[in-house]
């Protein structure tokens, strides 16, 4: 058996898939490209596929880790080549390896955030807000979380989950470059992207793109 990660773009309307019917879409995928997967035991076996890091709804991706296992030698290439004649419009394996570092190991990720106004005026206000804001270290946001088995709101720090951040202004939009915690104590972009507009009052429409994962190190996670 060998274990094996994929690493998946999603982009276009693929974004509007959810975790859910993407595990669906990858069950079904991999049985059509012939692949000799390896089952889990007991009651129900089912072919062992895993996304290290689910990414949400409305996103799109550069590469999303997914962890398979395999019972034969087939090449990576020939995986890559097979998955990609099944897979959806929008969808596509852009890289075939073994799979060495651990999930657990995921500190940051990588984002694109395009932020688009009505003007140029309007993209310079909002990117001086947002970098004074940001500067400032006090921006936050509610979040909805468990205390026991209650769901209770909760107050986030967004600045404490970024690690580094760059906003520039690009025609009428705002273009965010953004590392934000990953893993455990993980910030969801968007939660970044309400807690700014609520604060500015501002709502331009809303691109995000994941670009990449880091270990604590700040070292590339592959």
């Known amino acids: 058996m060998r274990a094996v990660r994929l690493w998946i773009k999603k982009e276009g ?24 997967l390896w089952y889990t035991e007991g009651f129900n076996p089912h072919p062992y596929l895993c996304f290290l ?25 020939e995986i890559l080549r097979r998955m990609n004649a099944v897979l959806p419009e929008g969808i596509r394996v852009v ?14 990720a990588s984002y ?17 807000q947002a970098k004074t ?3 400032s270290g006090e921006l936050y946001a509610e979040k909805l979380g468990k205390q026991g088995r209650k769901k209770v709101t ?23 470059e953004v590392v934000l915690n990953a ?18 009052g501002m709502n331009p429409f809303v691109s995000i793109r994941r670009t990449g994962f880091f270990k604590a190190d700040m070292q590339t996670f592959a």
């Open 154 to 176: 909760k107050q986030v720090s967004i600045c404490e989950k970024m690690r580094t951040y760059a906003v520039r202004c690009q025609g009428d939009a705002v273009r965010m």
């Open 133 to 135: 804001l940001l500067d």
């Open 53 to 77: 890091a689910p990414l949400s709804l409305g996103q799109e991706s550069d590469g999303e880790p997914l962890d398979i296992r395999i019972e034969d030698d087939m090449t990576d290439g």
């Open 183 to 200: 893993g455990n104590d993980m910030l969801n972009p968007t939660l970044l992207v309400d807690a700014l507009q609520k604060a500015i």
């Open 95 to 108: 890289r075939v390896h073994d799979a060495i570092a651990k999930a657990s190991e995921i500190a940051y």
């Open 13 to 36: 309307r693929a974004k509007y898939i959810s975790h859910l019917d993407m595990n669906r879409c990858f069950t079904r995928a991999v049985r059509r490209a012939g692949l000799n």
């Open 112 to 128: 694109t955030i395009l932020l688009e106004t009505d003007s140029a005026h309007d993209a310079e206000s909002f990117a001086s």
